[in-house]
């Protein structure tokens, strides 16, 4: 009898729930074709776009498609938060430790920054940053300097400033020989790694890949005929040109959603840490490991295996704040299509799909990434 | 069995019922309207001059000011509106999706947005133009000068694309910085992050003169970049509504022109001049041809004023902006503003 009763309520909330979509479905087609004559199309994405991007890591002007505009914000988006999940991880990691410190200061410290930080929506923690802080930072025109005729660096109110070079006639060649020395050196490493792995002594495969792919950089770049042409900034006009640009906004961005995630990070990390058995740390200390050592080598790579699962949420979720970016003007993908694109063409069906279906991807693909990771540190035995 | 078919009983006669209210808005707004007992005005939450809160927390504005003389022309009542704020971007989506019954919101009239959103633009009734504010200590005059400039921008807006053309077609160099949320605009530019704030000349004029520290540091290049007709905006295909939209303008501008006030409108009724009876309602039923009661400009100028009353009072001499008529003067004192005539 209840067995009858459960699968009839099954069976009705199956019917209840495809009759929603159906029924939100067809509003939305009816909706589209009563009230707006215009049927969905994607062909918009190839008019021009019209305005200009100041932040853009590929060149963009006003006369490419919408659709370039769309891919500067994605790449925009990733600026953010490739750099940002690095970043929140290794603070984070810094944090999670502190807080399990037996220095009753630094815990406190490590203790108070994560509940000021996770307490604190991500918005007004952004606006706060941004408005008290970031943009309170020197005009251009009084801009901070530091090794100012060898390596200029600016830093203003708008941004950091710094020499960057540009591609000349040699660069095509110059490519291939970094290519070549970067093969080299993953070819050396490897068989470093093979080596240390028979005899039982590993040698130090990271510095030797370092040491190669330097030398190989420099022999070129003595070889060849300047292949890059390094460009200073200067203030000139209204503005400091020149060299390479990261906006205040990028910064104002980054800053704020590196110590907002790092702030979850951390307790993953302390809980990581407390779940690896005492005796090991014991064990270790026995063995006459500093307590350095014993976090970096025993503590630290078993504490990872329970760590990475919520690291993978707290990275996905950090690609998805980087649209809170839209508050402070830095255009991120969802500012650009949500906003510019979508007001200015009208298109509110097609521009939020490609929204949708861009973050979903996204996501899926960093959880794909991660969860191989995951599987490949799990316990295997 | 029985307890699916009930189920799915359920689910047909709601859909249906869902699909009907769907429906529903194809009928005619000015039905809609009336039904629902006031009118819904997509307009500024805060955009001085034209749609701002007051001291009493009411929304006060040109933009406002034309609601209410639409509710007045309703329903005799200038109070029953209803003021839905909406950013720039979100004001078509309200529109199409009949949140509100018209766009009250400085809305330039471009041939693309008339032809890309859902929406059918009624009566330009105020003429702006795009103009460039720097901080005086720049020493700017022209827009050559501004060559390499940061610009902060609303992302969106016509003026974000005036720009750009405007300064691809003198070759000069740019960055824009929008900003989706105004306030956060204006104080970017005030830190300087920006060098140059651009938006139209009404709106530069107003939020310099009411909310910044020291209006005098900034001015506005004697320069206007384009061309922006703000026009109110209905949704398309409901002809009987975008008449009714445009006529309340039409008979705001007429009564100024032949000088009826509110303070004066009552000496009218009696007046012996035929366009001003057809006007007033006391001969011919013009109202009765736009679905509205017979004394609906009675109840507009009396209630909210004309046009010259609505923009002394929010744009002019008697408000903090003291904006020059200019184009906006009649066009019997040489100005743009023209209605067609009570015939």
Known sequence: ???????????????????????????????????????????????????????????????????????????????????????????GTFIGVMRLSTNFLVSKIAWAYINVFRNIPPLLLLIFWYRAVFLKLPRVQEAIVFFDPVFPIYIANRGLFFPWGTPTESWSTYRWILLAGFVLAVFVAY????????????????????????????????????????????????????????????????????????????????????????GQREAARALGFSSFNIMRLIILPQAIRVVVPPLISYAIGFTKNTSLGLAIGYTDFFAITGGLILNNTGRAVETLTIILLVYLTISLIASLILNMYNRRIMLSH | MSKKFRALCICIFVLLALTLSVHAQDTSTLALVQERGHI???????????????????????????????????????????????SSADRFTFLATGEGDVIYRTT????????????????????????????????????????GATIC???????????????????????????????????????GRCDVRTTDRSYLASYASTAFPNPEEHMVLD?????????????????????????????????????????????????????????????????????????????????????????????????????????????????????????
């Open chain 2, 153 to 191: 921008t609303d992302p969106g807006t016509t003026s974000e694309l005036n720009i750009a053309d405007a300064f691809a077609a003198r070759g000069l160099e740019y960055t824009p910085l929008p900003i989706e949320d105004d306030e956060e605009a204006w104080n970017t530019y005030l830190e």
């Open chain 2, 40 to 86: 819904i005005c997509i307009s500024h939450s805060g955009y001085p001059g034209f749609g701002f809160l007051d001291e009493e927390g009411n929304f006060s504005g040109f933009d406002t000011d034309f609601c209410r003389a639409t509710a007045a022309a309703i329903f005799g009542d200038a109070d029953a509106h209803e003021i839905l704020p909406a």
């Open chain 1, 191 to 278: 068989r470093l790694r093979q080596h240390g792995k028979r005899t039982g002594r590993m040698p130090l495969v990271s510095l030797w890949f370092a040491v190669i792919l330097l030398v190989v950089t420099l022999l070129g770049y003595v070889i060849l005929p300047d292949p890059l042409e390094i460009t200073k900034p200067a203030l000139k006009g209204f503005n400091i040109r020149g060299g390479a640009t990261l906006s205040l906004e990028f910064w104002g961005l980054l800053f704020v959603l590196v110590i907002y995630a790092a702030a979850y990070i951390a307790e993953a990390v302390r809980a990581g840490i407390l779940s690896v058995d005492r």
């Open chain 2, 223 to 343: 320069i206007t970049i384009s061309k922006e007709p703000l026009a109110h905006v209905v949704r398309n295909g409901d002809d009987q509504w975008l008449d009714i939209i445009q006529w309340v303008t039409f008979a705001l501008i007429n009564a100024e022109e032949y000088g009826i006030t509110s303070e004066n409108v009552d000496d009218f009724l009696d007046s012996e001049d035929p366009v001003v009876r057809r006007m007033l309602g006391t001969e011919d039923d013009f109202g009765g041809k736009l679905g509205l009661p017979s004394d609906w400009v009675y109840q507009m100028i009396k209630q909210v004023g004309n046009y010259g009353e609505m923009f002394d009072r929010n744009l002019g001499a008697g408000s903090p902006l003291n904006l020059p008529r200019g184009p906006n003067a009649l066009w019997t004192d040489g100005g743009l503003i023209y209605a067609p005539p009570f015939r």
């Open chain 2, 108 to 147: 330039t009239w471009t041939l693309s947005r008339d032809t890309d959103n859902n929406a059918q633009y009624a009566v330009i009734y105020f003429y702006d133009g795009q103009g460039l504010m720097v901080p005086t200590s720049l020493g700017i005059s022209t827009i050559e000068e501004l060559d």
């Open chain 1, 1 to 91: 009898m209840s067995a009858f009763y459960g699968s009839s309520i099954r069976s009705s909330w199956w019917l209840w729930s495809r009759l929603s979509w159906f029924f939100l479905y067809s509003n939305m087609v009816t909706a589209l074709r009563t009230q707006k004559e215009v049927p969905i199309s994607y062909d918009f994405l190839h008019d021009t776009a019209g305005f200009n991007l100041g932040e853009s890591a590929i060149a963009f002007t006003c006369t490419d498609p919408i659709h370039r505009a769309m891919l500067v914000g994605l790449l925009n988006t990733f600026k953010v938060s490739i750099t940002g999940i690095a970043l929140a991880t290794l603070l």
